[in-house]
């Protein structure tokens, strides 16, 4: 999964920015965290000569501070992602350890305006970086600066010209010939990650073998990839069933308000797979043989889970459509989208991975021209007019709005039969 980080620091790395409270904080000190190659501690603003930073006299922060936090927070993107805390006093012991907790006037104030000293001042700019303020004294607190591994590195501080990095607990700039290998193998991680999306669709195509009539079929798969290459489980599979941390969360969707239906397809039995695990749920079509008995010959439905020890979590689904009797639910793709976001999210905390980002990628597959199952009025079922239709990616990170990814992929499932998409989606809490 990366590198090991200390248990008192994974709340303050992986916890939501608004339920990090004073507690968390407090937890630090007591536990005598270490800096390290993901986490720093500052006391307070840094001046020259020992003056006070203008700050505390209600201006702007001074140049130099703003200047060493720059470079700190930029190294850590550069480098596994981490959090720097503003207003902790660490040690003079080596290494060096939270020790008093030093509040920062105005702290919530102070973040805001780094926010925008960030936007200005390091490109490309920083997509996963947080800025937020933990008060423990009135208005003065914390002010915690949490950034993911960037995966638009190398970034650079542009007052400065510098490309920091991060190595154990020191920030330093890094050599051009570092720069290059760092932009060369940025590149590989997307290559990586194209082969990695374009492999699970070639495998889908594959998954309507089973079917009976396999020319007449509809199928539909999503999948959720990090954009980390540094993700790696030990194991998510025990005794043929997830281990309870990795069990899929499941949550019903709404439209206005009101539950969409959707097939039941919970997991059932799991197998084990190379560096992860698949659970089928199949609907047999049965055939009578000679002795005028009732066998299995093929299936009319398949609906499966995949979870990769890489964090790679998928849904997928093969049917043989009899729409007279038998079709999926209207907004089943809508419920399994929405599903495959909480899934993710929670394979994301177990990995204790800063700002981790999630690829969603989804994929229609109509082998003949079929309706799609998609219905805001009634019973009717629209055509989609191609037969193999991937949707745009979408990006679910650290600080992403669930629903609003849901309504996007939404309306994009409905303009794609030529409708708009006339109401709302949300995830049920």
Not at 9 to 33: N, T, Y
Not at 169 to 193: A, P
Not at 194 to 223: K, Q
């Amino acid at each position: 999964m990366g590198h090991g980080l200390d248990s008192a620091v994974l709340d303050v790395l992986s916890k939501p920015a608004d339920e990090i409270g004073p507690a968390d904080i407090d937890a630090l000190v007591v536990s005598a965290l270490s800096e390290g190659d993901q986490v720093e501690f500052k006391r307070g603003l840094s001046t020259a000569k020992r003056k006070r930073d203008p700050w505390e006299d209600g201006k702007e922060p001074g140049d130099k501070a703003k200047a060493e936090i720059l470079e700190e927070v930029t190294a850590f993107a550069n480098a596994y992602g981490g959090v720097l805390l503003l207003g902790i006093d660490e040690s003079s012991t080596t290494p060096a350890v939270a020790s008093a907790i030093v509040p920062i006037p105005r702290c919530a104030d102070l973040a805001e305006r780094f926010k925008h000293v960030f936007r200005d001042c390091v490109e490309p700019q920083l997509s996963s970086l947080e800025v937020f303020a933990v008060p423990t004294n009135g208005e003065a607190g914390v002010v915690l600066f949490r950034v993911g591994r960037s995966h638009d590195a190398p970034h650079r501080v542009t007052k400065t010209l510098a490309c920091p990095i991060r190595r154990a607990d020191r920030c330093e700039r890094m050599t051009m010939r570092e720069i290059q290998d760092m932009t060369l193998s940025v590149s590989r991680g997307l290559s990586r990650l194209e082969h990695r999306l374009s492999e699970r669709s070639t495998r889908f195509t594959r998954e309507f073998e089973c079917l009976s009539s396999p020319d007449h079929a509809f199928g539909c798969r999503f999948t959720a990839v990090p954009r980390n290459d540094d993700v790696e489980f030990d194991s998510v599979i025990r005794n043929h069933t997830l281990t309870d941390t990795f069990n899929m969360p499941w949550r019903r969707i709404l439209m206005n308000g009101r539950p969409l239906p959707h097939v039941d397809c919970g997991p059932g039995t799991w197998r084990t797979m190379l560096r992860g695990a698949r659970s089928d749920v199949r609907l047999l079509e049965l055939e009578q043989n000679k002795e005028g008995q009732l066998v299995p010959r093929t299936f009319d439905w398949n609906f499966y889970h995949e979870i990769h020890c890489d964090g790679l979590v998928e849904f997928g689904g093969v049917h043989v459509p009899m729409w007279s009797h038998q079709s999926f639910p209207p907004g089943w793709l809508f419920v399994m989208f929405g599903n495959l976001l909480l899934w993710a999210t929670n394979i994301r905390s177990l990995s204790h991975s800063v700002g981790m980002d999630f690829i969603l990628e989804v994929e229609l597959y109509m082998p003949s021209r079929q309706p799609l199952p998609l219905d805001q009025y009634g019973d009717q079922h629209w055509r989609a007019e191609n037969t193999n239709q991937q949707f745009p990616h979408y990006i679910m990170g650290r600080d992403s709005n669930l629903n609003e990814i849901l309504s996007a992929f939404h309306r994009d499932a409905f303009h794609l039969v030529g409708q708009d998409a006339n109401s709302e989606l949300t995830i049920a809490t």
